[in-house]
């Protein structure tokens, strides 16, 4: 976790991982779970930085969780003249 943030906030290139394959493995996770998920990391990065680095932490965490629940639930319905 540590290199991907590090990655993910500073750049830096340490992460290497593949997080959607890892995440897709994970059968019991709902798209309800991201949402404590992001209230409990919200709470977190208010504790431990300002308001303006806790503001960028969930910025990002935001956009993840929102690209990660495209990869783990969006499924093409039916269209509408079937």
């Given at each position: 976790?540590?290199?991907?943030?590090?990655?993910?906030?500073l750049?830096?290139?340490d992460?290497?991982?593949?997080?959607?394959?890892?995440?897709?493995?994970?059968?019991?996770v709902?798209?309800?779970?991201?949402?404590?998920?992001l209230?409990?990391?919200?709470k977190?990065?208010?504790?431990?930085f300002?308001?303006?680095?806790?503001?960028?932490?969930?910025?990002?965490?935001?956009?993840?969780?929102?690209?990660?629940?495209?990869a783990?639930?969006?499924r093409?319905?039916?269209?509408?003249?079937?």
């Open positions: 976790m540590t290199d991907f943030w590090c990655s993910v906030i750049k830096s290139g992460y290497h991982g593949r997080p959607v394959p890892a995440h897709l493995k994970l059968k019991d709902t798209e309800a779970d991201f949402s404590i998920w209230a409990l990391f919200s977190t990065a208010s504790e431990l300002t308001p303006e680095i806790a503001a960028v932490f969930v910025e990002r965490a935001e956009r993840i969780a929102a690209s990660l629940k495209l783990m639930f969006f093409l319905g039916s269209s509408a003249s079937d």
